[in-house]
């Protein structure tokens, strides 16, 4: 039997910036950008918003600093209609949903479980 079901990963429609991920400069100026949105992973798991209709739940530049002024681990996930896109390691939390800047926000979830129910746009 043929599986038909299409593999949401295959359609990322955001540009991975090949080119661009040894330029620190413009790296630099993505990471300080306010349009610049910051994706949650604590300890593998990604910050989801909505448990009925899963989204990803994006931190911003100025929500983002006190993680990156920390150290914490980032990866350049790419561009998308001039919106950089940045999974962030938020790891130090120990229990996430009583942090500040986490708390409220949706729940941490593995992405294979959720990731064919979710918008395959990704909001800016």
């Known amino acids: 039997m043929e599986d038909t079901r299409a593999n949401f990963y295959t359609g990322v429609c ?18 300080a950008d306010p349009g610049t949105r910051f994706l949650p992973v604590w ?16 931190l911003t530049a100025a ?3 006190h993680y ?3 150290g914490a681990t980032w990866a350049l996930l790419g561009l998308l209609d001039d919106c950089c896109y940045v999974a ?9 949903d009583h942090a500040p800047r986490l708390a409220g926000r949706g729940h941490f979830s593995d ?11 990704v909001p800016c």
């Open 88 to 96: 962030l390691d938020v790891s130090e939390e120990e229990v996430p």
């Open 14 to 31: 955001l540009d991975r910036l090949d080119k661009r991920r040894r330029d620190r400069a413009w790296i630099d100026a993505c990471l």
């Open 63 to 65: 929500e983002a600093r």
């Open 43 to 58: 300890r593998g798991r990604n910050l989801v918003a909505d448990p009925e209709r899963p989204s990803l739940a994006w």
């Open 68 to 70: 990156l002024d920390r």
């Open 111 to 121: 992405l294979r479980v959720v990731g064919t129910q979710r918008a395959r746009r």
